[in-house]
């Protein structure tokens, strides 16, 4: 499973409109709007880094509002939740 911390920056008032966006991305497992240097925080999964870079660089990325974005790719086997 390929895992990855999404931080974005969105065009100024359209925080809430991305959020809304980014929940109909099947990928999207987790999304927090935030305060800070980021706007929004996305946790997504994906069956393969393909298919994870394809809902970032297809969805995310070009998805209106968005002005940019930092994406943290996760190591495998090296994840712990409580």
């Keep these: 499973m ?3 911390i999404v931080l974005i920056n969105t065009d100024i ?3 809430v409109d991305v959020f809304e ?4 991305i099947p990928e ?3 999304v927090y709007i935030t305060y800070g240097t980021f706007d929004i ?3 997504l ?3 393969t880094l393909a298919k994870l870079n394809e809902a ?5 990325r070009n998805m209106p509002g968005v002005r940019s974005t ?3 790719i996760g190591v495998e086997g090296k994840h712990f939740q409580r």
């Design 41 to 43: 925080v996305a946790k």
């Design 45 to 47: 999964e994906a069956p």
């Design 21 to 24: 966006r980014l929940k109909q």
């Design 56 to 60: 970032i660089t297809r969805n995310i």
């Design 70 to 72: 930092l994406t943290l």
């Design 13 to 15: 008032g359209k925080e």
């Design 28 to 30: 999207v497992k987790e």
């Design 2 to 4: 390929a895992i990855a």
